[in-house]
């Protein structure tokens, strides 16, 4: 049998079932062990007030999920992305990042997003996007580790307003 498309969708933080369900993923996967992201602390990033959360769907399944942030500093910035260990490695992290970017760029005319230095996968998936490395923040989670913060961007600020007016 066929299996079901994925689908992606904004998803509605009052419900506590799928809360669960994202922070005990983000909690039992690399890179968030290995910067020492307890499922509490998951808890209080997925249903901050700030953050826009996203989810991947396989039929009723919840296969991944996305944060964003579309206020502050580094607006259009992608905190974390995740799919499911056995659905990785099939197109739909790509997918995700592409849906993600369109969400983004509707308002925004750069995404960021930070990598750990020793998740060399997951950058080389965001360079193949067209990211490129901007700065490396030192020690910034965790003692020994860095994070790099990564930009896509489609125009200059003012160019883009200019065109939005
Ligand atoms: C990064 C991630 C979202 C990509 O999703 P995906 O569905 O596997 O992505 P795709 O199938 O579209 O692309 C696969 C690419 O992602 C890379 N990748 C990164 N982490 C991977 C992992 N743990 N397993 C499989 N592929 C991974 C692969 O190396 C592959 O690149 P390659 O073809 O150059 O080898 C997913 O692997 C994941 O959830 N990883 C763990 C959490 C994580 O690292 N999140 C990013 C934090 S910045």
């Not at 994925?6 to 079932?17: A, C, Y």
């Not at 296969?63 to 799919?83: E, P």
Request: net charge neutral.
């Amino acid at each position: 049998m066929q299996r079901p498309e994925v689908e992606f969708i904004q998803f509605d933080k009052r419900n506590m079932n799928v809360v669960d369900q994202c922070a005990e993923l983000m909690s039992i996967s690399e890179p968030w062990n290995t910067l020492r992201r307890t499922y509490d602390d998951a808890v209080k990033i997925i249903t901050d007030e700030a953050s826009e959360v996203h989810l991947a769907i396989r039929g009723d399944e919840m296969i991944g999920f996305a944060i964003i942030k579309m206020q502050g500093s580094f607006v259009g910035y992608i905190q974390s992305i995740v799919v499911k260990s056995m659905h990785r490695g099939q197109g739909i992290g790509t997918r995700f990042m592409e849906y993600l970017e369109r969400r983004i760029f509707s308002e925004q005319p750069n995404v960021f997003i930070c990598v750990s230095s020793f998740n060399q996968d997951a950058r080389r998936l965001y360079e193949r996007l067209g990211y490129e490395a901007i700065g490396e923040l030192r020690d910034y989670i965790v003692k020994g580790h860095s994070e790099i913060l990564l930009r896509k961007t489609v125009a200059p600020l003012s160019e883009f307003w200019k065109l939005k007016k």
